[in-house]
């Protein structure tokens, strides 16, 4: 899909963090675990609205993120229907994946602030690989 069939703006409306434990080791390299709502509210021929809620906690629990806002996609509705498709390979939807693009800075930012780790820019796509791979490495086969 090329950018020129669709615009995206993403307005947040709140970004916090807040340090959950007192892990504060150079040597501890801590995971992600992330949860997402993404929700239709609005949609015509050209434009449709989805609000957003990501929240992201450290294990082991050092400190959690969250993030929402809203994402408006400006482009015809098959356009729309397509970011709205999901990522064969990541099982992320192709909006969520432009939403966490723009989201990043702002918690990279704001754990710099905070000095707490931050998440890495494709965390997204990591946490639904590596839950993928458990489940595909680990088949259930006993009988």
């Known amino acids: 899909m090329s ?22 080791r150079d040597d501890i390299e801590p995971s992600f675990d992330v949860n ?3 929700e239709e509210i609005d949609r015509s021929t050209t434009e449709a609205a989805f609000n957003f809620a990501i929240a992201m906690n450290t294990k082991p629990s050092i400190v959690r993120f969250d993030v929402n806002g809203i994402v408006r996609v400006f482009g015809e509705s098959k356009a729309v229907d397509k970011l709205l498709e999901t ?7 192709y909006l969520l994946k432009k939403i966490y ?13 905070m000095n707490a780790p931050h998440p890495p820019p494709d965390l ?8 993928a791979g ?10």
């Open 36 to 38: 997402v709502k993404l």
């Open 134 to 143: 458990k489940t595909e490495e680990n088949p259930e086969t006993e009988e």
């Open 3 to 24: 950018s020129s069939e669709v615009r995206i703006d993403v307005k947040l409306f709140n970004v916090a963090g807040a340090l959950t434990g007192n892990v504060q």
């Open 101 to 113: 693009q723009q989201i990043f800075v702002s918690i990279f930012l704001l754990s710099g602030i």
């Open 124 to 131: 997204l796509f990591l946490s639904v690989k590596n839950e």
């Open 87 to 93: 990522d064969p390979e990541t099982k992320v939807p």
